[in-house]
């Protein structure tokens, strides 16, 4: 662990439908109950810009990334105390957005995980610039389904301390159309 980073996670989680999620659940959980039944509002942020574009869907206290396979993928969470340098020559996407997490409980979890599996990673209560990495993988992932189409991935999601909201800025677009 680099001396900027206060926390590195390194899991498998399962991505049912090409998905998985990095939420406040509680802060998320009440802004659905508010919201959720808008028909205006698209699943989980999932515009066609988000799908194919950005990668990612955001919601209020949620970002779901978009996974290149419907199957259990890699994922690293690193917290850092500063905005870490991109790592861009490695990575085939990068993309960027702003995550609150008002309670400081961020959980990683897959739509088909069952309430209480999720992972959580205390990182303390406020807005985190959160920077997605797309990393090829050449090795399958533990417990991967070989029949499975799509390519693997590491998903490196790099956390830090925001102050002003920035917006949603793609660093490095990969080629489209792709997995989504």
Same mark, same amino acid.
């Given at each position: ?39 205006? /509002?698209?699943? *989980?942020?999932?515009?066609? !810009? #988000? %799908?194919?574009?950005?990668?990612? &869907? ?29 790592? /861009?020559?490695? *990575?085939?996407?990068?993309? !960027? #957005? %702003?995550?609150?997490?008002?309670? &400081? ?29 797309? /990393? ?45």
């Amino acid at each position: 662990m680099s001396s900027t980073s206060s926390v590195v996670q390194r899991f498998f989680v399962l991505a049912d439908h090409g998905q998985f999620f990095l939420q406040d659940l509680d802060a998320h959980g009440i802004w659905m109950r508010a919201h959720g039944t808008d028909p205006a /509002l698209v699943p *989980a942020g999932w515009t066609q !810009e #988000a %799908d194919q574009i950005h990668r990612i &869907g955001i919601e209020p206290h949620s970002i779901a990334l978009g996974t290149a396979r419907s199957d259990v993928v890699e994922a690293m969470v690193c917290v850092h105390l500063t905005a870490p340098v991109a790592d /861009l020559e490695d *990575a085939e996407h990068v993309v !960027e #957005a %702003d995550l609150g997490l008002p309670n &400081g409980d961020l959980a990683v979890y897959g739509p088909a995980d069952d309430v209480g599996t999720e992972r959580r990673i205390q990182v303390g209560p406020g807005r985190y610039r959160t920077r997605v990495s797309y /990393l090829p993988a050449d090795a399958p992932e533990a417990g991967s389904n070989d029949a499975e189409p799509g390519e693997h991935f590491l998903y490196r999601i790099e956390m830090w301390p925001a102050g002003e909201p920035t917006g949603l800025v793609v660093v490095k677009q990969g080629p489209s159309p792709w997995a989504g």
